[in-house]
């Protein structure tokens, strides 16, 4: 399956994606993960990227759609992808349709996670990321490790990005308004949208998320229950 998960910063994109992609055997590609191991690393990408991302503003589409196009003509994304983050406003979106369409190929389903703005900055002020696998994602209340400052998954530290300060989140939720929410009308017109609430536990979303694209619900274990 080819998979678009759509939503405002914090309303749990990656958590859920990373339960999806697991679930259908597919790739997971996140452009946040993606610049974040770039600036990382310190390429000249990832020194580009810092300085959009660190405001809350998007990278320059030239640059995020290249890392796009490299990133599905990798033969791993055969079996199918979920996207998480990307596209982000109408030329994204165009520019992915072209790349679909050279493959000859196309999406299956866009998920649209609706979240009231206050709970976006409730999980965002709380949430924090394992350093070595920015996949392992925690929340200081909701979701916090088993032992303090080590992920349960790796023992990595647990860091907070620093894109997650609240100024920062509200100009990102305000790009979000204004960018990202037409790339879902974009994807209406063709019917591909469900829209799903994002709002209570884990794995109710991730239920809702599975149901819209037609699988059974997974029980807290990741084993199919349908
Ligand atoms: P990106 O990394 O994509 O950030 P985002 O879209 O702002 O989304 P977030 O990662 O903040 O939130 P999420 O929805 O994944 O929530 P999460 O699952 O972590 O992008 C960062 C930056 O990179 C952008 O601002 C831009 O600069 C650049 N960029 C990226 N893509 C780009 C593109 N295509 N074009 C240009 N620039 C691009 O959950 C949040 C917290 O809530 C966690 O602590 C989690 O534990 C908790 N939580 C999750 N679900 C629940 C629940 N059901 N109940 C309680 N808590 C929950």
Same mark, same amino acid.
Do not use: W
């Given at each position: 399956?080819?998979?678009?998960?759509?939503?405002?910063?914090?309303?749990?994109?990656?958590?859920?994606?990373?339960?999806?992609?697991?679930?259908?055997?597919?790739?997971?590609?996140?452009?946040?993960?993606?610049?974040?191991?770039?600036?990382?690393?310190?390429?000249?990408?990832?020194?580009n990227?810092?300085?959009y991302?660190?405001?809350?503003?998007?990278a320059p589409d030239e640059v995020t759609?290249?890392?796009?196009?490299? =990133? *599905?003509? &990798?033969? #791993?994304?055969?079996?199918? !992808?979920?996207?998480?983050?990307? +596209?982000?406003?109408?030329?994204? /979106?165009?520019?992915?349709?072209?790349?679909?369409?050279?493959?000859?190929?196309?999406?299956?389903?866009?998920?649209?996670?609706?979240?009231?703005?206050?709970?976006?900055?409730?999980?965002?002020?709380?949430? =924090? *990321?394992? &350093?070595? #696998?920015?996949?392992?994602? !925690?929340?200081?209340?909701?979701? +916090?490790?088993?032992?303090?400052? /080590?992920?349960?998954?790796?023992?990595?530290?647990?860091?907070?990005?620093?894109?997650?300060?609240?100024?920062?989140?509200?100009?990102?939720?305000?790009?979000?308004?204004?960018?990202?929410?037409?790339?879902?009308?974009?994807?209406?017109?063709?019917?591909?949208?469900?829209?799903?609430?994002?709002?209570?536990?884990?794995?109710?979303?991730?239920?809702?998320?599975?149901?819209?694209?037609?699988?059974?619900?997974?029980?807290?274990?990741?084993?199919?229950?349908?």
């Amino acid at each position: 399956m080819r998979i678009l998960l759509i939503g405002p910063p914090g309303a749990g994109k990656g958590t859920q994606a990373v339960r999806l992609a697991t679930h259908l055997s597919i790739q997971h590609i996140s452009t946040g993960n993606l610049f974040r191991e770039h600036i990382d690393q310190g390429t000249d990408l990832g020194q580009n990227a810092h300085t959009y991302v660190r405001a809350g503003l998007l990278a320059p589409d030239e640059v995020t759609i290249e890392v796009i196009r490299q =990133r *599905l003509a &990798r033969p #791993d994304t055969v079996r199918g !992808f979920l996207l998480d983050g990307f +596209p982000r406003n109408l030329a994204q /979106a165009e520019a992915l349709d072209g790349i679909l369409a050279d493959s000859k190929s196309r999406l299956d389903a866009v998920l649209n996670l609706e979240i009231p703005e206050a709970q976006v900055v409730r999980r965002i002020a709380g949430r =924090r *990321l394992c &350093r070595q #696998d920015r996949e392992h994602i !925690f929340h200081v209340h909701y979701n +916090p490790p088993e032992v303090d400052g /080590a992920c349960d998954i790796c023992g990595g530290e647990p860091y907070q990005r620093d894109d997650d300060r609240e100024t920062t989140v509200r100009k990102r939720l305000e790009v979000h308004r204004s960018e990202t929410a037409p790339v879902v009308d974009h994807y209406q017109a063709r019917g591909l949208v469900t829209t799903i609430s994002a709002l209570g536990q884990v794995q109710e979303v991730l239920d809702r998320a599975l149901a819209a694209i037609g699988h059974g619900q997974v029980d807290a274990s990741g084993a199919s229950s349908c």
